[in-house]
Every structure is written in C-alpha cells, then in structure tokens.
C-alpha cells in the first residue's frame, strides 16, 4: 500500500493512454492501445488480480500541472497538505521562541528556551542542531545588519537566542527569534520533520 492508494503501479510511475472516441466512431490505433496498456499493467490480467465482473474500480488520471508535467491528483494534494502542515508548524515553534499565543500576547509563563535544541543555519548556510545557550532581548539600532533587524523600526525590541556551532567548526551566534535561520530540532536536521523540539536539559 502507497501513500496515494494501494496500486503497485502507482510506486513505478508510469502511465497509459486512454481510448478517444470519435462520435460513434471505432477506438483508433486499438492494437497500439492494447499494447500499450499490456506494457503498463505488465501482461497481467485482471482476473490475476482477483476482480471479476460487477465489482467496482476507482480510476485516477494524471492531469498536467504549469510546467507541463504529468501529476496524479492525489499526490499534488499531499504535497499541499504537507506544505501547509510545516508553514503551522512553523509558525507554533515561532510563537514558542517569542514567549507569545496565536494572537501575539505574551504568555503567562513562556517555555525556557535555555538548554533546547534547536536546528540553526551557520553563516556558511549549512545546518546543525546546536544548543540555546543564553537568551537576550535587544534594542534595534541602525547600525544592524541582519535582515530581520531591517524590518523593525529602529527603538522596537528584539528577541535572541545565543547558539554555538563550535563542535561543527563555527562560533557561537546570537540569532534574532524570527530568523529563518532557527528552526524546530530535527526540521532540517533529521530525516523526520515530526520530531518535536528537545525540552531543556535541567
């Protein structure tokens, strides 16, 4: 069983052209069809599979999408579903790093952020899940550089978190809250995107 159905073909990734029908007209090119569905179904039979006359199939057509590729509908709509997944939780672990709920206030008492792990981006754009070391709040001044600070107004506060990449070859770093470069612990570090950030180590 796939993600999109329990069809083996579906895994290959191979497709087969429908019959069209010219009013009342005969399929054209029928030999050529016929081969060409021996060829996707592997010569297989569906009596060897088991179906017999009466039951019920589910038929899914591959549909073109902008770049003019080939996509079956189920898997475009995963995709999507998972995109939207990571941008929620993305957006949770953002709220957690600031101490704020989904509207934007404070927390009554915020997570300690001290001692999670967290996956962050050094400054050669390679990822590592490092530690949070210390966490300051800082004034934003016109002499910051960083992309983030760029888009406050200068005076407005700021949230960061102090994280080492000395055991892979960097420096420690103070990075802003709502960087790009910070990332829930296994996001872009393990292969799974479900593991949920460490707690902080007492």
């Known amino acids: 069983t796939s993600t999109f159905g329990p069809w083996a073909l579906l895994c290959k990734n191979r497709f087969a052209a429908l019959p069209k029908r010219d009013n009342d007209s005969e399929v ?28 019920s199939l ?3 057509c591959a549909i073109l999408n902008r770049n003019g590729e080939f996509v079956w509908p189920r898997e475009a709509a995963a995709k999507a ?9 993305n957006m949770k672990f953002r709220q957690m790093l600031k101490g704020v709920d989904e509207n ?54 700021s949230k960061q ?16 809250v709502d960087s790009d470069r910070l990332a829930a612990a296994g996001r872009f570090t393990l292969e799974s995107v479900d593991a949920p950030p460490d707690p902080p180590q007492k």
């Open 81 to 89: 579903g998972r995109a939207k997944q990571l941008e929620e939780k």
């Open 104 to 157: 934007g206030k404070p927390l009554p008492n915020p997570q300690d952020l001290v001692g999670m792990r967290v996956d962050a981006m050094d400054t050669s754009g390679k990822w590592f899940q490092v530690e949070i070391e210390k966490v300051q709040i800082v004034t934003v001044d016109t002499d910051e550089e960083d992309s983030v600070e760029e888009d406050r107004k200068v005076g407005e506060e």
């Open 161 to 176: 978190v102090l994280v080492d990449f000395a055991d892979h070859g960097g420096h420690s770093e103070w990075i802003d």
């Open 28 to 55: 054209k090119n029928w030999e050529g069809l016929k081969e060409n569905w021996q060829s996707f179904a592997d010569h297989a039979s569906v009596e060897s599979i088991g179906l017999v006359d009466g039951d």
């Open 58 to 60: 589910m038929v899914e």
